[in-house]
């Protein structure tokens, strides 16, 4: 018993030192310097960043801003109500709020619309800028446009899968069907005019749109863009793999595909040079990958164990170290910002705001990257 003891801790020390020397992408990794770092508070769960400030919810789910240059709190809600996918920019709040429930004929349970809220920064006048039902998710922001996905057209089909991509813009009180196909449009981003998103044609069924299944020959997402100012829409990545979560910053285009053996790449694309080229490994969880105008982040992470001991063949699997991770788009080197199991990281121009622990905040800091 005692000599199986031994072997048993030889062998994960092994892997475990294997699993340490693993390459991080095409760059050395060089640590986080905690200089650098601004600790903030954990009570918050932050969503979205723009400048200086922070936007997030509490325990209560009301939404609050956090300054991530000096930790200081002020709280925007205080209604009641369920509140997601809160984004930020320099003249809105905007979130999904949940206090719509429809009753339905043939619906035993009432169907819960995801409505789309917006705040005037700078006047608090508050408004709903969604009216028919759906379920709506993936919010994002630039400047007065909003985009998300939206499943209005399917939603007494399939009330989970059947996903649309929707804009609005805040100055001319207009929304745009940007993407309304059949299929599946998939977690939508947005720059200025442009807004990128992954469309899967065949719509998989439940269970194959997840990275753990990327072998299926249906789970095969190629990316697009819609330009809000001329209407062009253009295929930007079609190479029938797995490709989720793009970002896009003026002319560059960052994403995540999964390839064999639950592996990933983070992919940079420049658009007006075709230049495509891997800047790091996504681990084999989405990564969620975000750019600036002088940076690229994403995670690495893996589902915490609730015994506190890892299944042996997930340390087999694994290949890149946990954490967050930085691009830096000039120097092409790659810092590890932490070394967290099941890390949440979002960026804002020079600064990269990490959030730490599984099932719990543990430690929220803001990080200067330059």
Request: charged share 25%; net charge negative; glycine share 10%.
């Amino acid at each position: 018993m005692y000599t199986k003891t031994i072997r048993r801790l030889i062998v994960l020390a092994v892997i475990a030192a294997i699993l340490a020397c693993s390459g991080q992408g095409q760059a050395t990794v060089v640590p986080l310097d905690e200089a650098k770092v601004v600790e903030l508070s954990t009570d918050i769960h932050v969503t979205d960043v723009f400048g200086d400030d922070a936007v997030g919810f509490d325990e209560e789910g009301e939404l609050w801003l956090m300054n991530i240059r000096t930790g200081g709190l002020s709280q925007l809600t205080s209604d009641g109500h369920p509140k997601w996918n809160a984004v930020l920019s320099a003249d809105h709040v905007a979130w999904t709020d949940q206090r719509r429930m429809v009753r339905l004929p043939g619906y035993s349970a009432p169907i819960i619309s995801s409505d789309v809220f917006v705040r005037n920064r700078h006047t608090g006048k508050e408004r709903r800028i969604t009216d028919e039902l759906a379920s709506r998710r993936g919010l994002r922001i630039s400047g007065a446009r909003l985009v998300w996905q939206d499943n209005r057209e399917g939603l007494l089909e399939d009330r989970r899968w059947d996903f649309d991509i929707y804009a609005y813009d805040l100055e001319r009180d207009l929304e745009i069907p940007v993407a309304v196909t059949p299929g599946r449009e998939d977690t939508p981003a947005i720059h200025g005019d442009t807004v990128v998103w992954t469309h899967n044609p065949n719509k998989p069924p439940r269970g194959l749109a997840k990275p753990g299944s990327t072998a299926k020959p249906d789970n095969r997402f190629n990316i697009y863009s819609y330009n809000l100012a001329t209407g062009e829409k253009r295929t930007l990545v079609e190479t029938g793999e797995h490709n989720v979560i793009p970002s896009i910053h003026a002319g560059l285009l960052v994403w995540q595909r999964f390839r064999g053996e639950n592996e990933s790449d983070i992919i940079l694309l420049d658009l007006d040079t075709g230049e495509q080229k891997v800047i790091g490994a996504g681990g084999r969880q989405e990564s969620r990958p975000s750019i600036s105008e002088g940076y690229v982040i994403w995670r690495v992470s893996e589902t915490c164990d609730v015994g506190g001991f890892p299944r042996f063949r997930d340390l087999l699997r694994s290949r890149v170290r946990t954490g967050v991770y930085a691009y830096g788009l000039r120097t092409g080197e790659v810092s590890r910002l932490s070394g967290d199991k099941e890390p949440r990281a979002v960026l804002t121009g020079n600064v990269a705001l990490v959030t730490e622990g599984c099932h719990r905040i543990t430690r929220q800091y803001a990080v200067s990257l330059d």
